[in-house]
């Protein structure tokens, strides 16, 4: 014989759902929301994937600009010991956004992007200049999911 897991019931969900509720703060969730955005704006740039994996169909450059302008509405909400990794991961995906935007046609980068800083887009020495060195970006990016440190 066996023993079966019952379902909770209702009451019990609603009870575990109090219980959590109690201990969560507002910083926990917008900084768990930054994380998602960041993430899923990788994705619909063609960045977050494993290898072999194929998000061509995922692309989407508008849902990408969307999630930046989120994570930038966000930032001057997120905990203060976390706004240095939020903004490392904004202007990641900021730049990268920016990389995409130029090869598909030039279109302009999300408002308030900053400007691209003099000899950021050089490429160090020894290191190649062209699709080649954008593809070397990509799977280091992919090779990671950005979560926030500490948390």
């Known amino acids: 014989m ?13 009870a575990a759902l109090e219980e959590q509720m109690r201990h969560i703060r507002v910083e926990d969730v917008i900084l768990q929301t930054v994380a998602t955005l960041v993430n899923l704006g ?18 989407d450059i508008e849902q990408a600009r969307l999630a930046i302008e989120a ?14 990794p939020v903004r490392q991961a904004l202007s990641q995906l900021q730049m990268a956004f920016a990389r995409e935007t130029q090869a598909a046609g030039g279109a302009q980068p999300p408002p308030g992007s900053a400007p691209p800083q003099p000899g950021a887009a050089e490429a160090a020495p ?26």
């Open 2 to 14: 066996h023993d079966e897991m019952q379902e909770p019931t209702e009451e019990e969900l609603r």
């Open 71 to 84: 994570v930038r509405a966000l930032v001057p909400l997120s905990p203060p010991e976390q706004i240095e």
């Open 42 to 59: 990788a994705r619909r740039l063609g960045l977050a994937t494993a290898p072999g994996e194929d998000l061509s169909e995922e692309r």
């Open 126 to 151: 020894g290191q190649a200049q062209g699709p080649g060195a954008a593809e070397d970006e990509r799977a280091k990016a992919r090779s990671k999911i950005w979560t926030p440190p500490g948390r």
